[in-house]
């Protein structure tokens, strides 16, 4: 069973950056498929990018493509979320997904539906605002 921790969220005046993190206690996240999903008051959750098991294979919500870039530190097993150029529409609660690694497409291509991951942490909230 992974617990996931999520962390790096905070205040950030429009334009500028935040870096979200998501560990595992206990466990590394290598070849876990992960994503990044975020809920804003009174909205649906939406998945905001994802990365395959190996790290080769990453997806965008076209909302954040080009603003937003997640990645792998191997060295520590964890998952990161670069975000620049933030909006006041970014504002949401950031919560990491980890799925069991179950065939070849969760390795090479990862998985882009919020409902397909397996285990969840418990969210970090993220507040654009001047």
């Known amino acids: 069973q992974l617990q996931l921790v999520e962390s790096g969220g905070g205040l950030v005046q429009p334009g500028g950056s935040l870096t979200l993190s998501c560990g595992a206690s206990?466990?590394?996240?290598?070849?876990?498929?992960i994503g990044w999903s975020r809920q804003a008051p009174g909205k649906e959750r939406e998945g905001v990018a994802s990365?395959?098991?190996?790290?080769?294979?990453?997806n965008y919500a076209d909302s954040v493509q080009g603003r937003f870039t997640i990645s792998r530190d191997h060295a520590r097993g964890t998952v990161t979320l670069q975000m620049n150029r933030l909006k006041p529409e970014d504002t949401a609660v950031y919560y990491c997904?980890?799925?069991?690694?179950?065939?070849?497409?969760?390795?090479?291509?990862?998985?882009?539906?919020?409902?397909?991951?397996?285990?969840w942490g418990q969210g970090t909230q993220v507040t654009v605002s001047s």
């Open positions: 997904a980890a799925a069991t690694p179950r065939d070849y497409e969760d390795i090479v291509l990862g998985r882009t539906d919020p409902d397909d991951f397996d285990y």
């Open positions: 990365v395959s098991g190996s790290g080769g294979g990453l």
């Open positions: 206990g466990h590394t996240l290598e070849y876990y498929p």
